[in-house]
């Protein structure tokens, strides 16, 4: 008999993995989200700036009627990304007061909808503005989850902070979210294609598709950038390698593993090649087995930025492979 995660793991897909689909508007975000539960996976991750018309203030009735949608096919929503804009021109920075003002209409839209939490990125909110934002979270029953992702670590002192906040808070209503973009042990096979296609030198090229995690590759990218000749073309694609894939180690997560909540199982293909795709989950499987792990794991497709792949099947695809490997790295 086949392992299996333990019960207490929820296996998730993010709305994300639908971006070009529901941009390109052939069918409402309603329609797709729900077409998600039909078809994929009962519980959804919700991005509601694709999706509600009325964001960042969403307007009950639109709340409602997605989240009715849902319940009519057995669905519900794990989390919802929330939004904060910190300035309100070009000069003008949101004070405190407004600051939670505007996260407020979100908070009270994803209780609405169900959600069991709201998601910003690491560090943004603040100290200050997550304790104020503490009593509404009880209100609503609701976990804030800060993210942490890419080329960020826990001992980045960027990343840091926030995660010493979180842990001074010392309360479940805030807790910490990762994105396994941290854990790249080599880069998407589709992506070094689209590198090379775009005119990426040889050079550079064997680096990142052999030392990915040395040290002196990511000195080379920064080399090639600083000298003005990425093709601009792919520059964008490009600055993924200094954002949002990361080098870190299933291991390098274990201090925060009390913090941690959910967590982002980002993937960009399909191709596990030397297990490139497997492999980290395997490896984070074995961690969270070991440390009494309850929470969402949520398939979250990044490769639309440059493959024209069906959501619907890879993200299918992906929640397989993710399902077989996670459980085979907890040794049941």
Known sequence: MAPEIPDNWTLCASSFNWTPEITAARRTGQDIVTGIADSVVKTIELEPGLLWRTFPAPQDAEVDELRDSLAARGGRVSIVGASLDDFTSPTGRRSLQERLDFLAPQLHAAHRVGASGVRLPAGQAGTELLTLLLPLLHEFDLVLYEEIQGQQTPRNPAVAPALDAIAGLADDHVRVLVDISMLMPALPVT?????????????????????????????????LLRSGKVPPRIHTLFMNLLIRFGRSDAADLQSIIPLVG???????????????????LRDLGSLLAGNGFRGTLTSEWGGHEWLQDDPTEITRRHLALAGAALAAGTGV
């Open 191 to 223: 992506y070094l294609e689209e590198l090379r296609r775009g005119g990426v030198p040889a050079e550079l090229l064997v680096r990142l598709e052999n030392d990915w995690r040395d040290p002196a590759t990511l000195d080379s990218v920064t080399a």
């Open 262 to 280: 959910g967590f982002h199982l980002k993937f960009w293909d399909l191709d596990d090649d030397g297990g490139r795709v497997s492999q980290p």
